[in-house]
């Protein structure tokens, strides 16, 4: 298997536009996780969906950023409008489903983004 | 409150001594995991090692351990024969399965670990 594929590896862009981070879950696994990570606030819980369902998105920032999963396959993340403290890595991670919590996290190779 | 503590934001070891990384967890929840991850410079996630919280026994994987106190609710990493490959930052993680949270993954704030030649 190829593994969590996220793409851009890299994304520079300018305050004010739109930029959308995609990713493709490992095949066959329920749960899909979107993660922040900043020296700051270390890596935080964004979003995460099972079955392509919404199930916890507290951690999401603001109204800014959205998160969809229209498929088993694909997942994006958006962010509009960007603004220079959305400069972080963002993971995708997924997961089997996990009745005895023992399935871990499978992790993209991230999105570093830098908002100018 | 903090589902994940790791207390040591950096440590240093002498290359081919032990070192025991620290983690406390909190929950409810009767039936957990908890899980290390290791992020190299190069910013990947490696997983490391897995505890379930029904396992009688620690887990061990290669020359890493896990240390698991359930009564502490502590899940301590120790690596022993430290290399200069283990410098890096390792992240405690646990997934518990709370209602309204289930298979919900937190993650502590890391321990940078520097191995000294």
């Known amino acids: 298997d190829a593994g969590v594929i996220q793409s851009p590896r890299h994304e520079v862009t300018e305050m004010g536009q739109e930029v959308t981070l995609r990713c493709k879950p490992i095949s066959g696994h329920d749960y899909l996780f979107w993660y922040r990570q900043t020296m700051m606030r270390g890596l935080e819980l964004l979003i995460y969906f099972n079955n392509n369902v919404p199930i916890d998105d507290s951690g999401m920032p603001e109204d800014r950023f959205s998160a969809k999963m229209p498929n088993a396959s694909f997942s994006t993340l958006k962010i509009q409008p960007s603004e220079p403290r959305d400069s972080a890595v963002y993971f995708c991670?997924?997961?089997?489903?996990?009745?005895?919590?023992?399935?871990?996290?499978?992790f993209g190779s991230g999105t570093q983004l830098s908002v100018l | 409150a903090q589902k994940i503590t790791q207390t040591q934001p950096g440590m240093f070891v002498q290359e081919k001594e032990a070192v025991t990384l620290d983690c406390t967890y909190d929950t409810s929840d009767p039936s957990y995991g908890l899980f290390w991850y290791k992020q190299p410079s190069s910013g990947e996630m490696i997983f490391l090692i897995y505890q379930g919280s029904y396992d009688q026994q620690n887990a061990t994987e290669g020359r890493y351990s896990l240390n698991f106190q359930k009564a502490r609710k502590s899940a301590n990493l120790v690596i022993s024969a430290s290399q200069l490959g283990d410098s890096a930052m390792y992240f405690c993680a646990m997934r518990d399965g709370r209602v309204y949270n289930f298979n919900k993954f937190y993650f502590g704030s890391g321990t940078k670990l520097n191995v000294k030649p």
């Open positions: 991670a997924s997961s089997p489903d996990s009745g005895p919590r023992n399935e871990k996290l499978f």
